[in-house]
């Protein structure tokens, strides 16, 4: 291969063509979403979540950037970021490796075998080590409420917490607040 830029043209293309949904995020080629879909066999079968990839200009010498956008309930998966616990992808990236590897093996076998030992949320990891059937049942309840299928077409790009108000909340509450001007 000539150069990196060539690489990773080259990985992003066979990554479309495959059955993945890639969305750019801007004109380059280093950052974009791809829609991937739960392991079957595994509590996360049905879920679709959209992942943020940004390939760092040393790509495929120097591993992707790989988080969850929509909430995702894992040891190995910081629930607030979405950044991923993954050795393969951050500590033994090889240039052999290629951006179908990350979606057909290196997620599906995070997914499929956590590791509550190396935790980046520790709530999971402590409820998988404890109650393995309430864990599955945790990581269904999150699939249904952030990974439906026809929810990933919308999802923004932050997810707000349902703590927040509003924009028309917001303005609502600033009339009054303010109450009535001074004469």
């Excluded at 739960?38 to 940004?54: K, L, T």
């Excluded at 760092?56 to 616990?85: L, Q, T, W």
């Excluded at 951050?90 to 499929?112: A, C, K, R, Y």
């Excluded at 709530?123 to 998988?128: G, N, P, V």
Aim: hydrophobic letters at 35%.
């Amino acid at each position: 291969m000539s150069s990196p830029s060539k690489r990773r043209e080259m990985d992003l293309m066979k990554l479309m063509m495959s059955d993945y949904k890639v969305e750019m995020i801007n004109d380059g080629m280093q950052e974009f979403y791809v829609h991937f879909n739960g392991p079957n066999d595994s509590p996360y079968h049905g879920g679709v979540w959209r992942i943020r990839v940004e390939l760092p200009d040393a790509y495929p010498y120097k591993s992707p950037s790989i988080g969850f956008i929509n909430k995702i309930y894992h040891p190995n998966v910081d629930e607030m970021s979405g950044s991923v616990c993954l050795d393969v992808i951050n500590q033994t990236w090889s240039p052999m490796f290629d951006l179908v590897n990350v979606f057909e093996v290196f997620l599906p076998q995070l997914l499929l075998y956590p590791n509550p030992s190396d935790p980046l949320n520790g709530e999971a990891a402590a409820l998988m080590m404890r109650d393995r059937n309430a864990y599955e049942q945790r990581v269904k309840e999150y699939c249904e409420k952030y990974a439906k299928p026809a929810d990933i077409e919308t999802a923004p790009e932050e997810q707000s917490s349902e703590d927040e108000m509003s924009e028309e909340e917001y303005d609502s509450s600033d009339d009054a607040i303010a109450g009535q001007p001074d004469p």
